[in-house]
Structure formats: C-alpha cells, structure tokens
C-alpha cells in the first residue's frame, strides 16, 4: 500500500484559538463596520486573512532569534543573510528593508519617475501603489486565460510576450526604467509563471536594453511549480531551480513575510553595483543603515534560516499540498474557485457564487462577510472595493476578477481547520439564495480604500 502523506515537521508550542457564537460575531462584525481588517484578532477562530508575516517559525529561526546580533553596524546577522542571498539566490548586492513594499520603495525611488510605465504580470497591490504614487503607470502583461477561472493552465502567471513587446515597441526606452515578474503572482491567484516564460521575458527585455527584476515574495513556491508543471525540470531540485531563476533577471525585490516564513523582513537584491550604491542611499534615508535596514539583527537571522527552509522540497510539498487539500474539499462542495489553486491561496469566485447579488453590492466582500459570520473564518476580498475608484472619474473599478481569497499560513493551521473552512463555505454555497442584498459604503479613505472601508446592510 502506498503509504499517506504526513507533515515533515512536529509541532512544539501552541497557541489556542476560541471558536465564538454567531450571535457575537453579528455584534463584532457590525461594530466592524462590515471590514473583516477592523475585527480584533481574538474574534477569529480560522484566520486567513494573509500568508504575510503568520507563519510558524522553525525552531532554528527562533534559535537565530536567540542569537542575532544587534550590532548597529557590520552585524553578524546581516552577513548570515548576506551568504544566503549571495549563495542560494546568486545576488551579489543587497540591502535588507522592513518589509516588501519598502524594498519596492528603494528600487523605485532610484528607477522611476514621473510618466514612465512599468509593465509586469498583474502587479501587487503595493507595487502598483508605489508606482501610480510616482505618476507612473504599471502595464498588466498577463495572459488571458488568467481572467477566466475555470481554464485549468499550469501557469497562469505568466506574461505574454507579445503584449510586452507591444509596450517596448510603442514607447521610448528611456520610458521603461524596468518589468516586474511577480512569482508567484498574488492578484491572478497564486499562479506560478513558468521558467520557460522568465527565460523568454528576460531575453526580450534584453532586446529592448530594460533590466527586469522579480517581485520574488513566493519564489520558493513558484520553484515548486516549475518543477511539477515543468517536465524539463521534474528531476531538478528546488535549489537549482531558483537559482536558474534568479540567473535570469537583474534583481528582486522580496517581502521575507512569504517565502522566507519570518514575521516580518524584506530586500533588495540586484547585479549592478551602480544601482546598488543608489539604493544604498534610499536605503540609509528611509529604512536605516545598510547592514539592518530597518530591521533587528535578530529578524536578519531569522529570515536567514528561513529563506533556505522555504526551499526544502518536503515543506513545500506539504505547503502547498495543503493549500490543494482546501480546494479539493471546497470542489467537492461544488465551490466554484480559481483552478488550478495557487501556491499560497484558495481563491474563490465571487462573481460565481453570488452571481444574483449585483456587483455594485460588493459579491466577494459580502462572501467574506458570510464565511465569517457562518464560522469565525477570516477571508479578504480581491474585488470591487480592492480595485478603488478610477482617479479621474471617481468612480469604482469593477474588476474582471471578484475573489474572495483564503491565504493559508505557512506551517500554522491543520487540515482539519481546512476540512472547517470548506464545511462553512459549503453550507453558505448550499444556501447561496437565501442571500439577497450586499452592502453599501459608508465611508472609505480616497486610496486604499479596502483597508478602512465601513459599509452598511442593504
Ligand atoms: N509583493 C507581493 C506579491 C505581495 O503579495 C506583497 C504583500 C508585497 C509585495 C508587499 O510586501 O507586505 O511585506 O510590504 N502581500 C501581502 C498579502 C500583504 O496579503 O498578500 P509587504
């Protein structure tokens, strides 16, 4: 018999979760505002509101953590994480930062100005704020079959070549400080983009003479990718695989609260020694001395230790094994969901699932609503109230794609919280109709709305 799998860890400490009633959580969740980020963390029982910064720390990262070196200049700890990202990443300059979006600060401050455009695969949220914050435009490359959630595609991260070019041959060179490869890619879905896409994408950036750096928060993930989906790579191991990856491209920016399963962290990596010495200069004036950068010495550790547990092949396949496990239940529920599931995410498609509730009331915010009232399980939208209003009109953007995202932390919750979410999702799937009215907005900040919206019962 071909025996089951298992987790290739144990666990040591634990911290206990409340289930609560629904009569409190309607209180709490009114109180809220209807926002699932105004909820106090006690008020959840499953949270997926992100995979950022929540994972479980290994017991050697929190040796490192034990042992970090607070030296404000030439840290031990900083040269710990110096070799990993030399070594394994083969990136020959870095400077750490507090978290992603200020690493896309840096290497933005020192690339982009006013009226360029930055084309990519569906850019970040952040990335995309950091750009448009420089009056820049940020050019979503992706492939089509990325907006149609049943089409099952083995990287649906990937950037089509052809809308690249379209953008390199249209405009001036000196328009295009950089492209973005985010692997995987968050707002399509977790997807991976293929070595065969970062290998064809980086010789046409080459062409055209414009750098191409990854937004890398998942790379480890996506290196699992590659190697399933990819047969060319099917024997490779994780390591090679990333390192052909990164052999690929001028540089990365990382959020370290991915793939490098710390709780908080970033950086900048790059080739040029020239743009090095540019950021290093953002670096000192907006996140601290180059050997911290806005870190502890002990984070620096910490994410030391975990950037190379995040490419063990065994974590990563019980990793995003689990996040399949979700969707496979949830298929099972007849959920309707972005297929294939992605590395760190089950998205489920809103649009689908309350397909009679109009767009104009919020369908994947008012599923979030529902998951949490149904169960204490926290989602966040990927829609309507995400997209924000269009700068010029002031009216909202109504997205192609309407999630309702569940991002699973690394190492934190088992598949019997899993077995949970799907039974909560499938008893409101199975009783859809009964909801009849989303919401409406009562109050939102002018950008990044999504974070302190209110909203009232309609
Ligand atoms: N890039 C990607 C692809 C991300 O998913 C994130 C964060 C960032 C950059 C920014 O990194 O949070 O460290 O500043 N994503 C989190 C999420 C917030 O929930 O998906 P950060």
């Not at 799998?5 to 666990?11: G, R, S």
């Not at 390591?239 to 950086?267: Q, R």
């Not at 099972?332 to 104009?360: M, N, R």
């Amino acid at each position: 018999m071909e025996l089951p799998f298992a987790e290739p860890y144990k666990i040591k400490v634990v911290e206990p979760i409340r289930r609560s009633k629904r009569q409190e959580r309607e209180q709490w969740i009114r109180e809220a505002g209807y926002s699932l980020f105004q909820l106090r963390s006690e008020q959840v029982f499953v949270d997926l509101l992100t995979d950022s910064g929540t994972g479980a720390m290994s017991h050697n990262q929190w040796a490192e953590i034990m042992t970090g070196d607070e030296s404000y200049a030439g840290s031990a700890s900083f040269f710990k994480l110096k070799d990993v990202i030399n070594t394994r990443l083969d990136m020959p300059y870095f400077v750490p930062t507090h978290q992603g979006r200020a690493a896309e600060n840096l290497l933005f401050s020192a690339l982009i100005k006013e009226g360029d455009l930055v084309p990519g695969n569906a850019h970040f949220d952040t990335t995309k704020g950091h750009i448009e914050f420089r009056r820049a435009t940020a050019v979503d490359c992706t492939i089509d079959e990325a907006a149609d959630t049943t089409m099952i595609h083995p990287f649906k991260g990937n950037i089509n070549t052809d809308k690249l070019e379209k953008v390199f041959k249209e405009n001036p060179r000196e328009k295009i400080p950089l492209c973005i490869i985010t692997i995987t890619c968050n707002t399509s879905g977790g997807q991976p983009v293929s070595m065969q896409n970062i290998r064809e994408v980086s010789a046409l950036c080459k062409k055209y003479g414009i750098p191409v750096f990854f937004d890398a928060a998942r790379f480890s993930e996506n290196a699992y990718f590659i190697k399933m989906r990819e047969k060319e790579y099917a024997t490779h191991s994780i390591e090679n695989i990333v390192l052909e990856m990164y052999s690929h491209v001028d540089g990365a920016t990382m959020s370290s609260k991915k793939d490098a399963i710390a709780n908080i962290g970033g950086f900048v990596a790059c080739r040029d020694k020239a743009l090095f010495e540019k950021i290093s200069m953002y670096c000192i004036l907006y996140e601290g001395y180059l050997t911290y950068g806005g870190l502890a010495g002990r984070d620096l550790a910490a994410v030391a230790q975990g950037l190379i547990e995040g490419m063990d092949f065994d974590y990563l396949e019980s990793r995003i094994g689990q996040v399949a496990y979700l969707g496979q239940k949830l298929a099972e529920y007849g959920v309707p969901c972005q297929l294939p599931t992605g590395g760190h995410a089950v998205f489920v498609d809103a649009k689908k699932f309350l397909s009679h509730i109009p767009k104009e009331e919020y369908q994947a915010q008012t599923l979030a609503v529902e998951l949490y009232l149904e169960g204490g399980v926290r989602g966040v939208e990927i829609g309507t109230l995400l997209a924000d209003r269009d700068p010029v009109t002031r009216e909202n953007r109504y997205p192609e794609l309407e999630l309702l995202r569940l991002a699973i932390p690394r190492r934190v919750y088992t598949n019997n919280h899993m077995d949970y979410v799907a039974a909560c999702l499938g008893n409101i799937y199975e009783n859809r109709h009964k909801i009849t009215r989303g919401f409406r907005i009562v109050k939102e900040a002018p950008i990044m709305r999504h974070f302190t919206v209110r909203l009232e019962r309609l």
